[in-house]
């Protein structure tokens, strides 16, 4: 069963803050001497800022190989919720850590947030967390002010709360077992330099984590299906939906019920496995083959569906399919001869972007 959380409760009190760069690039690092109290007044609006990006995330945990005891983070976030005064030191330590994993030429620097949060609601229990963001752009915005009876305009550099390029949330929950960690990487890179490098964490694999993979791997499988030359793409997305009505219209999953109902032939089953094998050295453990399944995790994956096709003269063509698109083409495919090449024409009654 997956775990009941509120963050409508928590408070965010204190901050430390980091510059973090990219030493490659020999470019420093700038941490707080001091902690930042949060005044009263401003801690509704930074604690929504802070916790926003974490509604809705599967839940990660603390991992090492040997012992959670020589788990850096793990340790840190320990001594912090032993002791929240020596959150200066050690969320220094934190950013030193990210510093130091950041050599690839490809992270970017940018400015860090370490939180320490109060009365999270989760299971019954009221506990500390600690947010880590990370935003790797700034934003110019526009303030207009009064100054000597008249208006005025000025620029200013900051953050976008909606752009926070990365983050984790730390609770003080299941200590034991590596606590319980919500974390999100939206740069489009690599996420491994985030979640197994800084933090070291991997997914709990709950029910939501479960249906979430499963899910998304039967969708990929679908997709690398090959399509007939003159497949319209939008069926290739009915069928991935096709797929996912397994999960809708049952309360558990079960692998060797799946591969007979759904994926049916050898080549499927073969290109499911490859999935599976795949995800499971991501994960570092094999994956459940029953479980109970998670009806709104399927609905998020469900959305997330859309017809793509991709061309070699990079273009992309995503379409949603709809009953007009399935009876009544939008898309006209044929061959150029003057050029030698193929084309497709696309047939519109608005320009919805230019509303």
Not at 216 to 229: G, H, I, N, R, T
Not at 329 to 352: A, C, Q, T
Request: with cysteine.
């Amino acid at each position: 069963m997956s775990v009941k959380l509120r963050l409508n409760t928590a408070t965010a009190t204190r901050v430390v803050l980091a510059k973090i760069g990219n030493p490659q690039r020999e470019e420093p690092l700038q941490t707080s001497k001091e902690v930042f109290a949060i005044a009263e007044a401003d801690q509704p609006v930074l604690t929504a800022i802070f916790l926003k990006p974490f509604k809705n995330l599967i839940a990660h945990r603390f991992t090492h190989h040997s012992s959670l005891e020589q788990h850096e983070m793990n340790t840190c976030a320990k001594a912090i919720f032993a002791s929240p005064g020596g959150l200066l030191e050690r969320g220094v330590e934190i950013a030193r850590r990210l510093y130091s994993k950041s050599n690839h030429p490809n992270i970017k620097s940018g400015d860090l947030c370490i939180a320490h949060i109060k009365e999270v609601h989760i299971e019954g229990e009221l506990v500390q967390g600690l947010c880590i963001l990370k935003s790797e752009s700034v934003t110019p915005f526009l303030s207009i002010s009064t100054r000597d009876g008249d208006l005025q305009i000025s620029t200013e550099q900051g953050i976008n709360p909606d752009k926070i390029d990365k983050g984790c949330l730390i609770l003080d929950y299941w200590p034991g077992k590596g606590y319980y960690v919500l974390t999100f990487d939206r740069s489009g890179g690599d996420s491994r330099f985030w979640v197994r490098d800084f933090l070291g964490v991997s997914a709990v694999p709950d029910a939501a984590f479960l249906t979430n993979a499963y899910a998304k791997m039967a969708v990929s499988c679908v997709e690398e299906e090959p399509p007939a030359e003159d497949t319209p793409p939008w069926e290739n997305c009915t069928a991935a939906r096709d797929t996912l009505d397994y999960f809708e219209e049952r309360e558990n999953f079960d692998l060797q019920e799946f591969e007979q109902e759904v994926l049916k032939t050898p080549e499927a089953v073969a290109r499911f496995g490859e999935h599976r094998t795949r995800m499971e050295e991501e994960q570092g453990q094999p994956l459940e083959t029953s479980f109970e399944i998670s009806k709104k995790d399927v609905t998020k994956v469900k959305k997330r569906i859309s017809a793509v096709l991709k061309l070699d003269t990079g273009v992309e063509i995503h379409v949603k399919p709809t009953p007009s698109t399935e009876h009544d083409p939008v898309l006209e495919r044929g061959y150029d001869d003057r050029k030698g090449m193929k084309f497709i024409k696309v047939f519109y009654n608005h320009d919805l972007s230019a509303s």
